[in-house]
């Protein structure tokens, strides 16, 4: 067999999607997705907590179960841990692109920032669970709070974090940003109140970056 019959693919890249909730993010990820594929590559579009069938009933206790702070943070981490092993690491093996709505940052602004769980437990948990891999590219929609709950459909039945008080949020937001700072190569802040149309727009130009970087 020749090398280049014997070679990998290359492996694919991995996007997430994060900011408060109300900032209108999935709209977004469904367009994502669809500027991607529409560039030839196969898309896993994914979401945290969740992503598996345990991860999604983690999810659903992490949703609607009042627990310690730690617990909470530990089951984050815990349908990570089975998310990044049954659906993320493999995709991105196989050479497919990932796009998740929401991963680590999300631990690290609602668990951190809104809860006040100390920042380095978090690391300690991240290096624990994926010392290896983190996003080629996130997406932080950024809003202030007041737009961000003015948002969030008065009519739905909100879930345990979207209860949560203004300082919660403006305290997850500021854990977001800071984080955008300290990571600024991969972070791209999108300023959420503009047009559905601007945005998509900006997050086309900046897809078209990743796609035609090198692998
Ligand atoms: P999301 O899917 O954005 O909610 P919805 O389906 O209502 O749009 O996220 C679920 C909630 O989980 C959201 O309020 C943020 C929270 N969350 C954390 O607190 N920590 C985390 O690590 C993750 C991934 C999400």
Do not use: C
């Not at 669809?34 to 196969?42: D, L």
């Not at 896993?44 to 949703?63: H, I, M, N, Q, Y």
């Not at 977001?176 to 109140?193: G, I, N, W």
């Amino acid at each position: 067999m020749s090398i280049s019959e014997n070679k990998l693919p290359v492996r694919g890249k991995m996007i997430t999607f994060e900011g408060i909730d109300g900032a209108g993010k999935s709209t977004h990820i469904a367009m994502a997705t669809e500027f991607v594929r529409r560039h030839g590559k196969t898309v896993v579009s994914t979401r945290e907590p969740g992503g598996t069938p345990l991860a999604e009933k983690l999810r659903d206790l992490l949703l609607h179960q009042d627990m310690h702070l730690e617990t909470e943070a530990l089951l984050m981490f815990a349908s990570r841990r089975e998310h990044l092993a049954q659906v993320i690491e493999p995709a991105l093996a196989r050479g497919d692109w990932v796009i998740s709505d929401r991963f680590t940052d999300a631990s690290f602004a609602y668990q951190g920032g809104g809860r006040g769980l100390p920042i380095a437990k978090l690391e300690a948990l991240e290096q624990w669970v994926h010392p290896h891999l983190q996003p080629d590219l996130t997406f932080l929609f950024d809003l202030p709070v007041e737009v961000a709950r003015a948002r969030l459909d008065a009519t739905r039945t909100l879930d345990k974090f979207e209860q949560e008080r203004t300082g919660f949020f403006n305290r997850a937001r500021a854990e977001y940003l800071r984080r955008a700072a300290q990571f600024a190569p991969r972070f791209r802040v999108v300023d959420a109140t503009r047009a559905v149309d601007a945005i998509g727009a900006q997050l086309q130009g900046w897809l078209g970056e990743l796609l035609e970087s090198r692998p």
